[in-house]
Every structure is written in structure tokens, then in C-alpha cells.
């Protein structure tokens, strides 16, 4: 202990706190890598289906929140008011499509990955490779901002270099995900979660208790008048009341976003696939409740955080004399990490907020604090990401609190990032190569392969985490869509229409993928392929390209059921599987006198 | 996979339920989330839930709460309905 008692002397107290807590947790992490290391492919793909539903309530809660949900989600919507509504109820209302109309199915289905599932119920491998390269791009470009996240943390707080963070957080999840394959990935899952929502509800906590006098945010939040004195404020300075519904959205825009992201998220491979590692049907229910729990408290936490951060914000800086605003601390410790800034730009001697940019912005696209922008009154800059990091210091905690978000903010982006390879490794190993090249390889060999393909996914992860697309932000918009587009409707008619055939699910599929690529992809043109404006207007009712997934979804529901019944009904084996997937147990139990109700 | 009559019609009861089931609860989902938090919210506005204004509330609070009671009422509900068909594990 006294060796790092000297240290943070040494280094700064921060610091050394972070190397301490970062060190301990990712020791954590490697010794339960190293205690469930795997060698057979059931071990590998779905943890040996041994997982309790506690234990994968918690893995599925950090599996799903990634270092956005941890670090940005709360920022988005302070700055967004009401419309930050999309991600709360967007990314936890799938949560009860997942548990009521595919998880306890697709248990109950069996096998590996949601492939499997399409291939089989479609009877058509080409479905197969559609869905497998499907799970694939999704994941990838997820995990490519994950690995960014972690590069970025590493760098902000361990004063290293981005592309030395992003390494380290390879090696860190090679480690664990390589040897236990999906069992290794779970129980990580179950610490990470347990340190992830330890540290973000100290600062809220905090926060909560410094400007309410209640601990209980999500209590104090209805409870105090804070809410009400930011409408107050936020009308003075200029811009619409916070709680004021649509005011940078239209009410069908945030319609379908909000469903775009519910059926998104319902509908993504990493998601789905941990419902796989349970050992029962049932268990898959109650994980499915254990996860959005686990999941909730965080999410309606961070509307609170949200609300109570922009109030302090605009509290404390506006209308403050440049020489107090020198004297606060946390003002002046970001601020030198260029995530707040101000000019005094009308010489009055005190800083104003007002809507628009303070700072013009630079060839990339970040301010640039060396020019003021004339255009806007607004004399303050602060980035989004600051309402979480800045939370422990603004509510006067201990220098190590700052240090336990970092880590918290380590283990929510390394937990995604595991989950995502397993699912890129098991779609190229599994449905890909062992399915159509390599179909008699022995229980050796697929681990083996497995672990091989963990790998290459690490390094295309980590490349794309060191250099990343432009476009990886527009990328996320891709994911949800495309995900609600495809998987979402295939899998739910799989279940639910028995008459729902290959050649209306390879129709549906192809639809619902096209009309929403291209309606993304050429309402972003300027982001994404770098033209001079967007290609395509928002022609479909105005909708955006974040929600436009919603109507990917209906085209392809529609279209899935029309060129089914137009078509011959699917075979009687496979009518044979949609009857045993309805139920948990196969063959009735006469004695509970069930099968004669 | 030969079945009487009896157990064929049982499993059809058991989907049914399941079903009836399902739309019950997908129903208060979309009433909550679609209706309180986005359709309706400038009406509920009007209304005020300790000193947040009632809409704002379910959009940012109340439904994420629905949710994880509907998923706790389904997981339970499911429970009995497996066990009165004999279907659970």
C-alpha cells in the first residue's frame, strides 16, 4: 500500500487511482479467462448452456451497454431535452420483443447462432450466408467504435497515446475471449456489468444528493423542482423548455426511430445470442426480465443524471464573472482537456451560454478555441461526453471516484467488444466455414477454428479501432436498421406463421435490406462517401435515416407475408420444427393430466 | 413424432394462451411507450407527477418501469401456463 501511496504523489492522484482500479479489474478479468478456458464448440459458441438466468441477466445487461450507453447516452440527452427519449425507451422497450416473442424460442431451437436459425427454418442456405454476412457487418462496425472507445479512455486517462489504448484493450479481450470462447465472455460479462453500474450510480448518486438532498435519482427527479428550474432557465437563455416534446424532432421521426431501435435492438445477433447460453427455456425468460432490470437501472438513471447535470451546468458558468470561473476547479481540469472551453467574446467580463456554436470548427470537424465564432452569442463550449466524465468532480467526490469511472467506462466498451467477436468469430467459423467447407471437422478442430477466427476479428476490430471510417458514427444508424430490417421480421414470422415460407423470407429479407441501405446510405452521402450534399432527400414523409428502419421492418413484414401465401406452403418437417420450438418441453407429461386439457 | 388428438388439441390450447397472452401485454407496451410517451405526451403534459410533467415522465421514466414489470408478468404467467399443460422442463 505505501508503494502506491507514493505514486499518487508521484503522478497526480487520478492517475495513479486509474492505473490501480484498471490494473485490479482487468487482473480480475484474465483470472476468470484463465478459469474458463473451454474445449469443446458448445463450451466455445453458448457457454456449455450452462449459464444461470441471474448470472446471464447481467452478462446480457453488459453485453448490450456499451462504452455510448456508459459515457455518451446521458450527455445526448441533456443536450437533446425530451427527444433524448428515442435511446431510453428505444434501447429498453426491445428488451420485452426480445423476452415475449424470440428468446425463449430460439432456446429452445437450439444450436449455435441466429443462422443456424434462418438456414434451418428456411431451408436455404443462401439465407444462411445472407444472415451470417448480416451478423457480420453489424458487428464489425460496432465493435470498431467499441475498440475506439477503449483507445480513447486508455488515452484520456492513462496518458498514452490512442493507438496504445486500443492494443492493450486487444490483448486484454483476446486473452479471455480466445481461451474460454463464450463461457470466458460470460462470466467477464458478470463482473464488467457489476463494476460498470457501481460506477456510473456513485456520481449520480452524489450529483442527485448535492443539488436535491435525496440520493435516489430516479426519486428526486419527479421529486425536485430541478427539472422545473432548468425550463426556467433554459427559456432565459434562449432555448426551448427542456421538457418540451419535439422540438428538434417531428413526432413521426421520433415514432420511428424509437421503433427502429426497439426492433433493432431485439433483432441483434450479439444480443440474441446470449439467450442461447441458458440452460432452459424458462431460464431464458427470467434472464430476459434479469437483463432489462439490470439494463433499467442504468437507463433511468441517466435521464436524471441528464437533467440534473444541464441545470448545474448552465448554473454554475453562465453569467459568471471570468475571474470565479478561474477558480473553479472541475472548470479549469476539463477545460485542459479541450472537452470545455470559453472566450469572452463581448468583453463584458463574464461568460454567457446561448444557443449555436461558440467556437468555429476546425477541417475535422472539432472546435477550434483559437476562433471565436462571431455568429453566435454563445461564448461556451462543452463536449456531451463531459455530463458523465465531469459528474464525480462537479459533485466534490474523491479523486478516486473519477478514477472508478474510467474503469467502469473500460469494462462497459470491453464487454460489448467480446461479445461482438464471439458473434463475427461463430458467423465466419461457424456458419461459413465449418457449415459448407468443413463439415466432418472433429470437436478439435471447430474450437480451434473458432479461436482462430476470434483473432482475426481482434486485429480487423483494433485496425478499424486505430483508423477509423469517417463514417463509423453514421455506422450505428446502419446497424439498428438493417438489423430491424432483416432479422427482426424473419425470426418472429419463424415463430409465429407457420406458412411463412423460403421464397417470402428471401424476399422480405432482400427488401427490407435494400429499400433501408439505400434510403440510409443516400440520406448520409455527405458522411459516408464523402459527396457534397446528401444524394437523397427524406422523401419517405421526412423520416430520417436513424428511423427509417421502422418502415424497412413493415416493407418487409408485408412483403415476407404476401409472397408467402402466394407461394407453396414450406415442407412438413420444417412445419414439424416451428411446432416443437412453440414448446418448452417436447413430449406432454400425461401424469400432470396437462395433454387432456 | 406421433401424437393424439388429445395432445395435439392441448398444444394448441397452450399457443393460444400464449398468444392471448402476448397481445395483452404488447398492447400495454404500445399504450405506454407509443401512446403516454409520444402520441399523447402534450396532453398528459397538462398533468404533473411531482414537478415533472406527466408525458416527459413515462417518456423518460414510466415506461422503462412497464417494461420490466411486462417481462416479469410474462416470465411468471408462462411458469404456471408450462406447468398446466405439463410442457415445463
Known amino acids: 500500500m505505501s508503494g502506491l501511496a507514493l505514486l499518487a504523489e508521484a503522478v497526480g492522484e487520478t492517475r495513479a487511482f486509474t492505473f490501480a482500479f484498471v490494473t485490479l479489474t482487468f487482473l480480475l478479468y484474465l483470472y476468470i479467462g484463465w478459469r474458463s478456458r473451454v474445449r469443446e464448440s458448445g463450451g466455445f459458441y453458448v457457454a456449455g448452456r450452462g449459464v444461470p438466468a441471474i448470472a446471464n441477466g447481467a452478462a446480457t445487461a453488459a453485453d448490450w451497454m456499451s462504452a455510448a450507453s456508459f459515457l455518451s447516452m446521458a450527455g445526448l440527452i441533456s443536450f437533446m431535452g425530451y427527444d433524448g427519449s428515442i435511446y431510453l425507451l428505444g434501447w429498453t422497450g426491445g428488451y420485452v420483443l426480445l423476452a415475449l416473442l424470440l428468446a425463449p424460442y430460439l432456446r429452445k431451437f437450439g444450436q449455435y447462432t441466429v443462422p443456424d436459425f434462418v438456414g434451418q427454418r428456411y431451408y436455404c442456405e443462401t439465407a444462411r450466408v445472407v444472415a451470417a454476412i448480416c451478423a457480420i457487418f453489424i458487428s464489425l462496425t460496432y465493435v470498431a467504435g467499441q475498440m475506439r472507445g477503449v483507445g480513447i479512455v486508455f488515452g484520456r486517462f492513462l496518458e498514452v497515446p490512442v493507438w496504445q489504448g486500443v492494443v492493450i484493450g486487444m490483448v486484454i479481450v483476446a ?21 460498470l453500474i457501481v460506477a456510473f450510480m456513485i456520481p449520480a448518486v452524489a450529483l442527485s444528493n448535492l443539488l436535491t438532498g435525496n440520493p435516489v435519482p430516479q426519486w428526486s427527479f419527479a421529486a425536485s423542482d430541478i427539472t422545473q428550474k432548468l425550463n426556467a432557465l433554459q427559456v432565459d437563455l434562449g432555448f426551448t423548455e427542456y421538457t418540451r416534446p419535439f422540438a428538434g424532432k417531428t413526432k413521426l421521426d421520433i415514432l420511428c426511430i424509437t421503433f427502429a431501435l426497439m426492433v433493432g435492438t431485439a433483432g441483434l445477433p450479439h444480443v440474441i445470442v446470449r439467450f442461447y447460453t441458458t440452460p432452459t427455456v424458462r431460464a431464458a425468460r427470467w434472464s ?73 470548427n476546425d477541417a475535422a470537424g472539432k472546435p477550434d478555441f483559437a476562433r471565436p465564432n462571431p455568429a453566435s452569442s454563445n461564448e461556451v463550449y462543452t463536449d456531451r461526453d463531459i455530463m458523465v466524465l465531469a459528474t464525480p468532480e462537479v459533485a466534490g467526490l474523491a479523486p478516486w471516484v473519477i478514477a472508478l469511472v474510467a474503469t467502469g467506462g473500460l469494462a462497459a466498451a470491453l464487454s460489448t467488444a467480446a461479445g461482438l467477436l464471439l458473434v463475427i468469430s461463430s458467423s465466419i467459423a461457424h456458419d461459413l466455414y465449418i457449415h459448407f467447407v468443413d463439415p466432418d471437422a472433429p470437436e478439435a478442430r471447430r474450437v480451434a477454428i473458432g479461436r482462430a477466427m476470434i483473432c482475426v476479428a481482434i486485429v480487423a476490430a483494433g485496425y478499424f479501432g486505430i483508423n477509423p471510417p469517417g463514417f463509423v458514427a453514421q455506422v450505428v444508424a446502419f446497424a439498428f436498421g438493417l438489423a430491424a430490417a432483416s432479422f427482426f421480421p424473419v425470426i418472429l414470422l419463424g415463430i409465429f406463421d407457420k406458412r411463412t415460407n423460403r421464397a417470402g ?23 459516408i462517401f464523402g459527396t457534397d450534399g446528401p444524394l437523397m432527400s427524406p422523401w419517405c414523409f421526412g423520416i430520417s435515416a436513424e428511423g427509417i428502419g421502422a418502415i424497412g421492418c413493415l416493407l418487409n413484414f408485408v412483403v415476407t407475408i404476401v409472397v408467402s401465401r402466394l407461394t407453396a406452403p414450406p415442407p412438413a418437417e420444417v412445419q414439424e420444427l416451428v411446432e416443437s420450438v412453440r414448446v418448452p418441453r417436447s413430449e406432454g407429461r400425461p401424469e400432470h393430466g396437462g395433454a387432456t386439457l | 413424432m406421433s401424437q393424439s388428438p388429445e395432445q395435439q388439441a392441448a398444444r394448441r390450447a397452450y399457443w393460444r394462451a400464449n398468444v392471448r397472452l402476448i397481445i395483452l401485454l404488447l398492447s400495454v407496451w404500445a399504450i405506454v411507450s407509443y401512446g403516454c410517451g409520444i402520441l399523447f405526451v402534450e396532453q398528459l403534459n397538462q398533468f404533473q407527477i411531482g414537478h415533472l410533467p406527466l408525458g416527459f415522465w413515462f417518456a423518460q421514466q414510466g415506461s422503462i418501469y412497464v417494461f420490466v414489470i411486462l417481462i416479469f408478468i410474462y416470465a411468471w404467467q408462462m411458469d404456471r401456463l408450462d406447468h398446466r399443460y405439463g410442457v415445463d422442463e
Open chain 1, 505 to 527: 423470407a428471401v424476399s422480405g429479407m432482400i427488401i427490407g435490406l435494400l429499400f433501408t441501405a439505400i434510403y440510409i446510405a443516400g440520406n448520409k452521402s455527405d458522411k
Open chain 1, 175 to 195: 486473452f479471455f475471449a480466445v481461451l474460454g470462447g463464450m463461457k470466458g465472455i460470460t462470466w467477464t460479462q458478470v463482473v464488467q456489468y457489476s463494476v
Open chain 1, 288 to 360: 430476459a426480465f434479469w437483463a432489462l432490470l439490470f439494463i433499467a437501472l442504468l437507463y433511468t438513471t441517466a435521464p436524471a443524471l441528464a437533467s440534473f447535470a444541464r441545470y448545474n451546468l448552465l448554473d454554475t458558468i453562465h453569467n459568471r464573472q471570468l475571474a470565479e470561473l478561474e477558480q473553479l476547479q472541475w472548470v479549469q481540469s476539463w477545460r485542459a482537456t479541450g472537452l470545455l472551453d470559453y472566450a469572452d467574446k463581448n468583453g463584458d467580463g463574464r461568460i454567457q451560454i446561448a444557443p449555436g456554436d461558440a467556437f468555429l
